[in-house]
């Protein structure tokens, strides 16, 4: 008998960088991922029907593979105002795991689908970075994502604000505070495997599991070096 555990990961990112005049930057990039897991425990054995040693395998498999295109943008309004704005695009494709028999060449799904499911994130986000004066410093931003379940008809359209500001009291001692809202579409989950070890899989949100999310709150007093 033999146990075999295949795992690893693939990623690749391609960028394009352009400068349209001197105020206005753009990074456009591409890039992919792919995370797949395989257990497979095989054994051999004689099958008196035939007179023939035949070999019988059970496998498990799952996997997310992500591929996304971002642009974003950069405006720089004067040298104390610049403005951050874009759109993001992710494709997860997830397989939460199938397994499988094989006995003589033959396979026969016994649990779950070997088909990998679609579930794409569309975000636009806005962001304005504004030093008001030598002491006073804002930043706010807003994100809005749209992430699309067709198999659970679930399609909430998520907002994610965020704001942070900083006044300097003396050239001694700062002041900060920042708020910012997260939400997560995509779960990460971990139990039993197939064969007892620990296994990470993968499952979307749904109306029943929503997407998460995390509010954060943030304030500091920072004393400079003298």
């Not at 806005?126 to 198999?151: C, H, P, Q």
Request: hydrophobic share 35%; charged share 20%; glycine share 4%.
């Amino acid at each position: 008998a033999k146990l075999k555990i295949n795992y690893g990961n693939i990623s690749s990112i391609l960028r394009w960088n352009h400068i349209f005049n001197p105020k206005l930057f753009c990074n456009i990039s591409a890039s992919a991922t792919r995370y797949k897991v395989k257990e497979e425990y095989s054994e051999s054995y004689f099958d008196s029907a035939t007179n023939k040693n035949q070999k019988a395998s059970l496998d498990y498999q799952n996997g997310i593979s992500d591929v996304a295109l971002n642009a974003d943008f950069e405006y720089s309004a004067t040298n104390n105002h610049y403005m951050h704005f874009g759109i993001q695009n992710t494709n997860h494709f997830i397989n939460p795991g199938y397994s499988s028999v094989t006995i003589d060449n033959s396979s026969e799904v016994i649990s779950g689908e070997k088909s990998a499911n679609f579930y794409p994130e569309i975000a636009v986000y806005f962001e304005d970075d504004y030093k008001v004066s030598e002491k006073i410093k804002l930043n706010m931003g807003l994100r809005a994502v749209s992430f699309i379940n067709k198999t659970y008809k679930y399609n909430p359209m998520l907002l994610e604000p965020r704001v942070s500001g900083r006044y300097i009291l003396k050239p001694t001692l700062a002041l900060k505070a920042s708020y910012s809202r997260m939400h997560q579409t995509v779960f990460s989950l971990t139990s039993q495997g197939f064969f007892g070890l620990p296994l990470n899989y993968w499952v979307p949100a749904t109306a029943e599991i929503p997407a998460q999310k995390s509010d954060q709150i943030n304030h500091l007093k920072k004393l400079k070096k003298l």
